[in-house]
């Protein structure tokens, strides 16, 4: 998420994403480690336990059944950002969403794909 504040003058972008199968448990080991924190101040408790251990099994597989389809879209979302200009998708009345989805999209119509 962000501006695309180059313009015209910088109209290329290589992008180097992950594969989803590999990134998305590695993004869930990561909320488990710093205990699924909403902000700064509750994350930044923890910032010398990121990336040393693994989440617990079933609570992996209780956050991929109930956020994967979410989290597939984003996905998506960041790739379609960079591929298409870096077109807005969200309202200003967003927050930091920390994987989850947008509050409202500017244009319902608008969406990448269904949801």
Do not use: C
């Amino acid at each position: 998420e962000g501006i695309w504040s180059y313009g015209a003058s910088l109209d290329q972008v290589i992008l180097l994403v992950r594969n989803p199968r590999w990134n998305i448990p590695g993004f869930h080991h990561y909320l488990s480690e710093v205990e699924y924190g909403q902000n700064f101040a509750d994350v930044s408790e923890h910032i010398y336990d990121i990336f040393t251990q693994r989440s617990q099994l079933e609570d992996w597989i209780k956050w991929r059944d109930l956020n994967f389809q979410n989290e597939i879209n984003l996905w998506g979302y960041h790739i379609d950002f960079y591929m298409e200009g870096g077109p807005q998708y969200w309202r200003e009345v967003d927050f930091n969403r920390v994987g989850h989805k947008p509050l409202y999209f500017l244009n319902e119509s608008d969406r990448p794909w269904p949801i």
